[in-house]
């Protein structure tokens, strides 16, 4: 392999806590609470605003907060919901029920809104924000041990020196360039799911609509979407549209066509996906314009700056969450995080009959009762092996069908708030990520708004011992040993 030498050599900033890499809604919460609990925060960020899919990718709704009994979603994630409603940037469909109490209802918003949201209460916690700056690179002081990482923007390179990291990229960026084992779409599973590049239209109607089971999505698109593929209106007959969603007056918010065999690790096949998704909008708006009365006049404002990713990397951390763990509605001591949503594995080709066995999973088997939930335990967080890092958002360790559950927005900002506040305990207790004291954990994110239903608490972290030891004998073995 060819190596070159830099022209100048990297200049080094000190005096944080802690960095984050991404500013999407796990970085978000984590860099929040983290500044909160008085550490001194560095979130790198390679757009120009935080929020990342909900706003950058124009993934403009948020999933199931509630389970029809209870919010679920507590914490720095309830207080941006709520903070949206009163501050008018929800659209006037939306009533708190929906996202305090109702079973599996989605909550649209304006994007512009959740940013301002964000940079206020980023600013609010004394967070160093640094916008259009991407982390390139790191430093490995001993194994699990990450001494600083390097970044890059306007003014060049720059190693920053931390006592901890917190990876929120999405893609496991950062802790895959440390070493820690990820699992990959398409090389650990089967298939990929794919992503979407979504768009925000204006020019609707809405007072013609009738709203399906998000209640914000025209209840006629299925059967139209039908007639528009017999036409001919799209160059691939893809029946699965999750749908234009009503995010203001005037404006929707289009969740549609999917860029199968996308590689999202790749950067040609991101770029291939680019091009490709803002074709594909520009069939979306003839389908809308066409086949819904209100939407003649509908207007392309923009595609999104940042693709929307479904699965790309994910880590494989102390404990990985499994489908197993799902379907028996398991519970942790040492949970961070519960929810609910059903498993949303989007097929990964547009065949039909994929698509309704989709369905069938989504709406059916997959899919939760009233009042029931699962627990997101701490090992998720922890890539395995490693003191000073954690993994928030839909980059932690879970099999691909639990991460087609916490994936979304409410999820990823609860695991970025626990993230956040772990990283905090460590450098307060001079203990590692995997030593820390899951008591203390629990009861602070509780102090701090997390709905943490768990009697019984335990101090030692729940691990996928088992799977750990499958996956790597000798590293299983030198740790158990050095627990017990
Ligand atoms: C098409 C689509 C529709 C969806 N629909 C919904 C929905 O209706 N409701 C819902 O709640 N969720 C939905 N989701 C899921 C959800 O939006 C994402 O999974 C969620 O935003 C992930 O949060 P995150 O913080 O892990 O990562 P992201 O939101 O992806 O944020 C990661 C951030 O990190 C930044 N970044 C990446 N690499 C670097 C680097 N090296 N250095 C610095 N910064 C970096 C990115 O720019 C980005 O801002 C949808 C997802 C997709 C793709």
């Given at each position: 392999?060819?190596?070159?030498?830099?022209?100048?050599?990297?200049?080094?900033?000190?005096?944080?806590?802690?960095?984050?890499?991404?500013?999407?809604?796990?970085?978000?919460?984590?860099?929040?609470?983290?500044?909160?609990?008085?550490?001194?925060?560095?979130?790198?960020?390679?757009?120009?605003?935080?929020?990342?899919?909900?706003?950058?990718?124009?993934?403009?709704?948020?999933?199931?907060?509630?389970?029809?009994?209870?919010?679920?979603?507590?914490?720095?994630?309830?207080?941006?919901?709520?903070?949206?409603?009163?501050?008018?940037?929800?659209?006037?469909c939306?009533?708190?029920?929906?996202?305090?109490?109702?079973?599996?209802?989605?909550?649209?918003?304006?994007?512009?809104?959740?940013?301002?949201?964000?940079?206020?209460?980023v600013?609010?916690?004394?967070?160093?924000?640094?916008?259009?700056?991407?982390?390139?690179?790191?430093d490995?002081?001993?194994?699990?041990?990450?001494?600083?990482?390097?970044?890059?923007?306007?003014?060049?390179?720059?190693?920053?020196?931390?006592?901890?990291?917190?990876?929120?990229?999405?893609?496991?960026?950062?802790?895959?360039?440390?070493?820690?084992t990820?699992?990959e779409?398409?090389?650990?599973t089967?298939?990929?799911?794919?992503?979407?590049?979504?768009?925000?239209?204006?020019?609707?109607?809405?007072?013609?609509?009738?709203?399906?089971?998000?209640?914000?999505?025209?209840?006629?698109?299925?059967?139209?979407?039908?007639?528009?593929?017999?036409?001919?209106?799209?160059?691939?007959?893809?029946?699965?549209?999750?749908?234009?969603?009503?995010?203001?007056?005037?404006?929707?918010?289009?969740?549609?066509?999917?860029?199968?065999?996308?590689?999202?690790?790749?950067?040609?096949?991101?770029?291939?996906?680019?091009?490709?998704?803002?074709?594909?909008?520009?069939?979306y708006?003839v389908?809308?314009?066409?086949?819904?009365?209100?939407?003649?006049n509908?207007?392309?404002?923009?595609?999104a700056?940042?693709?929307?990713?479904?699965?790309?990397?994910?880590?494989?951390?102390e404990?990985?969450?499994?489908y197993?763990?799902?379907?028996?509605?398991?519970?942790?001591?040492?949970?961070?995080?519960?929810?609910?949503?059903?498993?949303?594995?989007?097929?990964?080709?547009?065949?039909?009959?994929?698509?309704?066995?989709?369905?069938?999973?989504?709406?059916?088997?997959?899919?939760?009762?009233?009042?029931?939930?699962?627990?997101?335990?701490?090992?998720?967080?922890v890539?395995?092996g490693?003191?000073?890092?954690?993994?928030?958002?839909?980059?932690?360790?879970?099999?691909?069908?639990?991460?087609?559950?916490?994936?979304?927005?409410?999820?990823?900002?609860?695991?970025?708030?626990?993230?956040?506040?772990?990283?905090?305990?460590?450098?307060?207790?001079?203990?590692?990520?995997?030593?820390?004291?899951?008591?203390?954990?629990?009861?602070?994110?509780?102090?701090?708004?997390a709905?943490?239903?768990?009697?019984?608490?335990?101090?030692?972290?729940?691990?996928?011992?088992?799977?750990?030891?499958?996956?790597?004998?000798?590293?299983?073995?030198?740790?158990?040993?050095?627990?017990?």
């Open positions: 392999m060819k190596t070159y030498r830099l022209c100048r050599d990297l200049e080094v900033e000190e005096g944080y806590d802690l960095v984050i890499a991404g500013g999407g809604p796990a970085g978000c919460a984590a860099a929040i609470a983290a500044g909160r609990l008085g550490a001194r925060v560095l979130l790198a960020e390679a757009m120009g605003c935080l929020g990342g899919m909900g706003t950058s990718g124009l993934v403009s709704e948020f999933d199931p907060m509630a389970n029809g009994e209870v919010m679920l979603a507590g914490g720095i994630m309830r207080e941006i919901i709520e903070t949206m409603c009163t501050r008018g940037f929800l659209p006037d939306s009533e708190p029920h929906r996202w305090r109490k109702d079973d599996h209802r989605y909550t649209p918003f304006q994007p512009e809104g959740l940013k301002l949201i964000l940079d206020e209460l600013l609010g916690a004394n967070v160093a924000v640094r916008f259009f700056t991407r982390v390139i690179d790191a490995m002081e001993n194994a699990g041990m990450v001494n600083g990482v390097i970044i890059h923007n306007i003014e060049g390179y720059k190693f920053i020196k931390a006592k901890t990291f917190i990876d929120a990229t999405g893609d496991a960026v950062l802790a895959n360039i440390c070493g820690a990820c699992r779409a398409g090389k650990d089967p298939d990929i799911m794919p992503p979407t590049l979504c768009a925000l239209f204006g020019g609707i109607d809405w007072q013609y609509t009738r709203f399906i089971y998000k209640e914000c999505v025209p209840d006629t698109q299925s059967e139209n979407i039908a007639k528009a593929i017999e036409e001919g209106m799209f160059t691939q007959p893809d029946y699965h549209l999750p749908g234009m969603s009503k995010i203001d007056t005037n404006l929707g918010a289009l969740n549609g066509g999917h860029l199968y065999n996308t590689n999202a690790v790749n950067n040609a096949s991101l770029t291939k996906a680019m091009f490709w998704g803002r074709k594909i909008v520009r069939e708006e389908f809308y314009k066409k086949y819904f009365k209100g939407f003649e509908l207007q392309l404002v923009s595609t700056a940042l693709l929307g990713v479904r699965e790309s990397r994910r880590i494989l951390g404990y990985e969450l499994d197993e763990d799902f379907k028996a509605r398991r519970k942790f001591s040492d949970q961070i995080a519960v929810f609910a949503k059903a498993v949303d594995k989007h097929p990964a080709s547009c065949s039909i009959e994929e698509y309704k066995k989709h369905r069938e999973r989504f709406d059916k088997t997959d899919k939760y009762a009233v009042g029931e939930y699962y627990g997101i335990p701490y090992g998720v967080l890539p395995r490693f003191k000073n890092l954690w993994v928030a958002g839909r980059c932690v360790s879970a099999d691909v069908m639990v991460h087609a559950s916490l994936r979304v927005q409410p999820a990823c900002s609860m695991m970025g708030q626990a993230a956040g506040t772990a990283a905090v305990q460590s450098m307060e207790t001079d203990k590692t990520a995997g030593e820390l004291d899951m008591v203390q954990l629990v009861e602070t994110l509780r102090k701090n708004g709905y943490l239903p768990q009697e019984h608490l335990n101090p030692a972290i729940t691990r996928s011992w088992k799977k750990l030891y499958q996956y790597d004998t000798a590293w299983f073995l030198k740790n158990t040993h050095e627990q017990h």
